[in-house]
Nanobody
Framework: QVQLVESGGGLVQAGGSLRLSCAAS????????MGWFRQAPGKEREFVAGLSSAGGYTYHDSVKGRFAISRVNAKSTVFLQMNSLKPEDTAVYYCAAHYCAGYGCSEVRRLVPGYNYWGQGTQVTVSS
């Protein structure tokens, strides 16, 4: 079992930056693959970025080159650095996790059902 708590959201002007953090409680954080998702009003929750327990990573095409996902296992924390923010990045951002240890853990899951644990979300608002 793992609990996730996001922080770092806020209001920023277009072109600005924010760094989201997701702190995990529980054991063996390094054996959890982590993902960031977002949900804008009236839209489905969508994948933003993911980092597997084996070190593989991937991004949604709309954020490639602007966002970067990273993790510090010793601090049980995953980060999402967001640069060159656009108004269309406005959404509630969620941290998610699923357990994966051993072989076959390099692939990053991009679908909501692939993750077992979710944070409560943090609001990111980008003004034009």
């Amino acid at each position: 079992q793992v609990q996730l708590v996001e922080s770092g959201g806020g209001l920023v002007q277009a072109g600005g930056s924010l760094r989201l953090s997701c702190a995990a409680s529980g054991r063996a954080f390094s054996n959890y693959a982590m993902g960031w998702f977002r949900q804008a009003p009236g839209k489905e929750r969508e994948f933003v970025a993911g980092l597997s327990s084996a070190g593989g990573y991937t991004y949604h095409d709309s954020v490639k080159g602007r966002f970067a996902i990273s993790r510090v296992n010793a601090k049980s924390t995953v980060f999402l650095q967001m640069n060159s923010l656009k108004p269309e990045d406005t959404a509630v951002y969620y941290c998610a996790a699923h357990y994966c240890a051993g072989y076959g853990c390099s692939e990053v899951r991009r679908l909501v059902p692939g993750y077992n644990y979710w944070g409560q979300g943090t609001q990111v608002t980008v003004s034009s």
